[in-house]
């Protein structure tokens, strides 16, 4: 093989693999999106949950205080929100497209891209109250897996 059939090989190598890539994250982009719209984050919806599991635990014990109760159903919703993992992922989503259109040495970048889409997909799990959102999150975290594995190869 010629020097200049060579290159052109890696020219279509590197072609296959952006667009590979650019699947994954727009992959990434549909599933943030599906996170976001899961009808589960409705604040009524959180609401009515966590009132009903405050029932169970005032049915099930008298001694429990009430008050306290549900100042603690507050925090854990306050603490479940995923607003700002969602945000993140569609801002990483963003930058990993303006990366592989711009081209060049490209792979470290994706690779640090690809740790930061595995920290949310990870966050997004463990926070998630709902399990349609978990089952989104353990789809993106597949996905932010196979992007791993094919940024893998730029290095």
Not at 16 to 36: K, N
């Amino acid at each position: 093989m010629s020097l200049g059939g060579l290159e052109q090989a890696r020219q279509g190598e590197g072609s296959a693999l952006r667009s590979l890539l650019s699947g994954h994250i727009d992959a990434i982009g549909a599933l943030a999106l599906r996170a976001e719209a899961d009808p589960s984050r409705e604040p009524a919806v959180i609401r009515e949950r966590i009132a009903e599991q405050v029932r169970l635990l005032m049915d099930a014990s008298a001694n429990l205080d009430a008050s306290r109760l549900h100042m603690e159903a507050a925090f854990l919703a306050t603490k479940a929100d995923i607003r700002e993992e969602i945000d993140r992922l569609k801002t990483h989503v963003a930058s990993g497209r303006v990366l592989l259109a711009g081209g060049g040495a490209i792979g470290r970048k994706l690779d640090f891209l690809a740790q930061e889409f595995n920290r949310e997909s990870n966050t997004l799990c463990s926070k998630s109250n709902a399990a349609a959102v978990t089952a989104i999150g353990l789809e993106l975290k597949a996905v932010v897996d196979q992007f791993r594995e094919q940024v893998q190869n730029l290095e």
